[in-house]
């Protein structure tokens, strides 16, 4: 009995040895990867700056998440700061910030297009796929806006991952964004807001970062582990869509972040970016939605 306790107890080591081992790799890869060269063809856009050009980016920036993690005056702000400790700080987008006022036109369009900074390395935590298929024009003018914002502070972005998120990214449970977008697409052509379903794809691809590119929602990957699933969008029995019979309850909870029942929806859907869209977009997006199949 001993001897078959003692080979027991050195098979356990040697499993946990092999554990920590592969763990080890895997993080070791992650170092790798996020150190690695993404070359990506950027086609330039016109950057627009006249008043309506910039009114219009500004918009873009309150209501497509982007004042989320930068701030309503782009100076950057603590996105996740988690026990567990994985630590996010978006960065100032002013000129205040040195990496930023370096940027050339392209380099506007390679960070948010493709999720690509300056150097070449991959923007870790840039959720550069729900804003890949914006428009040139859109494009044009969410940049013209980020241009003329006066500078803030100054604070760099700065990431820390677990030795967990590390491996996970090493082995690609978890991908930047980078990793995500289809480089090879051509620029989405320029829409006009209308409440359609066929605008309301243009719009829902804002969802795509936490909802995936088929809207089933799940475990949204590299999140803090408390952080909820997202919901599934499709019009399925038990989704969240079920519970919007027409567009203006739809509106409704995106406004208040409240369903019908007057329950709160998950605490980390950025409702106050969302919300900002005006009805003709939000129609849109339910729209849409509401026609993706159910199977």
């Not at 100076?75 to 996740?80: N, Y």
């Not at 013209?144 to 677990?162: D, K, Q, V």
Request: a positive charge; hydrophobic letters at 40%; proline letters at 9%.
């Amino acid at each position: 009995m001993a001897r078959v306790l003692r080979r027991v107890a050195w098979g356990l080591a040697a499993t946990a040895v092999v554990v920590a081992a592969t763990a080890y790799a895997a993080a070791w890869v992650g170092e790798r990867k996020a150190q690695r060269i993404v070359h990506v063809q950027v086609a330039p856009v016109a950057i627009r700056e006249d008043p309506a050009a910039i009114a219009h980016g500004k918009y873009l920036y309150e209501s497509r998440g982007c004042m989320e993690c930068h701030g309503a005056g782009g100076g950057g702000k603590q996105v996740i700061d988690d026990p567990g400790g994985l630590r996010v700080r978006a960065p100032d987008l002013t000129r205040a910030n040195p990496a930023i006022a370096t940027y050339q036109p392209v380099d506007w369009v390679r960070s948010i297009r493709h999720g690509v900074a300056p150097s070449h390395r991959p923007l870790l935590v840039m959720p550069s796929e729900d804003y890949n298929r914006l428009s040139d024009e859109d494009l044009g003018a969410l940049i013209g806006y980020l241009r003329s914002l006066p500078a803030a502070m100054g604070a760099p972005a700065e990431i820390t991952m677990p030795w967990l998120v590390r491996a996970l990214y090493g082995v690609g449970v978890v991908k930047d964004a980078a990793s995500k977008i289809d480089h090879s697409l051509p620029a989405q052509p320029s829409m006009v807001p209308e409440p359609t379903a066929r605008y309301g794809a243009y719009v829902a691809s804002v969802c795509v970062g936490c909802h995936g590119p088929a809207y089933r929602g799940g475990k949204i990957p590299g999140a803090p582990p408390d952080w909820p699933p997202a919901a599934d969008l499709r019009p399925v029995p038990g989704g969240a869509l079920a519970r919007y019979g027409q567009p203006a309850a739809f509106i409704e909870m995106m406004r208040s972040g409240k369903r019908p029942d007057g329950t709160a929806v998950s605490r980390v859907m950025p409702f106050d970016s969302f919300g900002r869209m005006n009805d003709t977009e939000l129609t849109a997006l339910y729209l849409f939605l509401a026609g993706l199949p159910q199977r």
